[in-house]
């Protein structure tokens, strides 16, 4: 077979029947270039977000298996959508649910991981030269229960799949025509960005760049499958996500990401004694709490203070965990702040760069924009600053990092 050409269409490719229409186009064209077509579709629009809704009037705790049996569906109603819709163009195609396709997962309910897929079906559908539109997000475990694989997972079904057919790169139409240097709404002069390394398109999905599933770039950087992001309303290449960016792309800092709803919870007087991190921070992994920035001062009397952000959406739920996990640590208070914002910098060019972290602060010192907690990675610098200054502090950084386009 020649080479697959894998395809996603995001929500708001597919949100009305006119949309369909133009993304089954697109499709044909690809199909006319004579390799075989596998497009991935969301669910169109708000879909999730409304049966999500609709579960919650029902029930105050809907069990995460029906969840899941309900919003598989937003997809499971895009793809025969765009199937009929080729069809009628003369495109031969048929639709797939995540089952039909072969894709099999965990059996964590509403953040499965894909364990395989079994690629037979699809084969013999495109041997026979239909183009397969398939339902991402959704697939079936070994004991055929229904599984999603987290908000957004569409993403990383179009990953895996190419991966699984030997395709070596996965397109991903989205309503942004790329990935920026910024967040284009804040800074007017951010640049659309050629070429990323996977590994800095995962440090900027995880402080606030929310263009692709990470766990999709994951697999791609795992199985060697390149992302090419991309919109579906403007002709043109948007962004490759590759293992080497060229080296004329290659800036020290390649973006400033930023991150709004940010909170903070700080444990005053910890008993400096092995195991009380853990205790602390065990139930917030239990209730699926992501913790982010973690700060623990030195203990110098037999204390210390922890302080951690979070969520601001979670913050009454992880204070009320802390506390309770505090009756067993016997620390003297926990506070509580929201109202923050993170900002970090990241490019893989800081390794070995002296001067970038000095830079960040220095900018943000003269922009009288004060840092309340630092925190790091081998290619990342994140400040926590009060969220009224983050715009600010953003096209602050994206100036001083020589990012603005001219
Ligand atoms: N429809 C799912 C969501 O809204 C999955 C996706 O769009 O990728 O999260
Ligand atoms: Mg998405």
Not at 148 to 163: F, H, P
Not at 377 to 390: G, P
Request: glycine share 10%.
């Amino acid at each position: 077979m020649s080479r697959v050409i894998v395809q996603k269409y995001g929500g708001t490719s597919v949100a009305s029947p006119a949309r369909i229409w133009r993304v089954s186009r697109r499709i044909a064209e690809s199909v006319r270039s004579g390799h075989p077509v596998v497009a991935v579709v969301s669910a169109m629009g708000h879909t999730t977000d409304r049966l999500i809704d609709l579960a919650r009037r029902v029930s105050p705790a809907p069990s995460a298996r029906e969840l899941d049996m309900l919003t598989a569906n937003g997809e499971t109603i895009t793809a025969p959508l765009v199937a009929m819709c080729l069809q009628a163009m003369g495109v031969p195609a048929i639709s797939l649910t995540g089952l039909q396709a072969g894709v099999r997962t965990s059996g964590h309910h509403s953040k499965a991981r894909i364990r395989e897929i079994e690629t037979q079906r699809i084969r013999a559908e495109l041997d026979a030269g239909r183009v397969c539109v398939v339902a991402g997000f959704q697939g079936v475990t070994e004991s055929m229960e229904i599984t999603t694989l987290g908000r957004g997972g569409s993403d990383t079904t179009a990953v895996a799949l190419a991966a699984a057919l030997g395709a070596p790169s996965c397109e991903i139409y989205t309503d942004v025509d790329g990935i920026y240097s910024a967040d284009p709404r804040v800074v007017a002069r951010a640049r659309k960005i050629a070429h990323i390394s996977y590994e800095e398109m995962l440090e900027l999905a995880a402080v606030g760049a929310k263009v692709l599933h990470p766990r999709a770039v994951e697999l791609g950087e795992l199985y060697g499958v390149e992302i090419h992001v991309r919109s579906s309303f403007k002709k043109g290449v948007g962004t490759m996500i590759v293992a080497q960016v060229p080296m004329e792309d290659r800036n020290r800092v390649r973006g400033v990401a930023h991150e709004s709803n940010v909170a903070k919870i700080t444990v005053r007087g910890v008993p400096d004694r092995p195991g009380v991190a853990a205790a602390l921070f065990e139930p917030l992994g239990a209730a699926s709490i992501s913790v982010d920035v973690i700060v623990q001062n030195v203990g110098l009397t037999g204390a210390t203070d922890i302080t951690f952000t979070v969520d601001e959406g979670e913050l009454a739920q992880a204070v009320a965990l802390v506390q309770e996990a505090n009756r067993q640590i016997g620390a003297v208070e926990v506070l509580s702040s929201g109202g923050l914002a993170k900002l970090s910098i990241v490019g893989t060019g800081m390794l070995g760069t002296p001067g970038i972290a000095a830079r960040m602060f220095r900018t943000l010192a003269e922009n009288r924009i004060n840092i309340e907690m630092i925190s790091t990675s081998e290619i990342r610098i994140t400040c926590l600053v009060d969220r009224a200054r983050a715009a600010d502090g953003v096209r602050a950084l994206h100036t001083a990092f020589e990012l603005d386009v001219k």
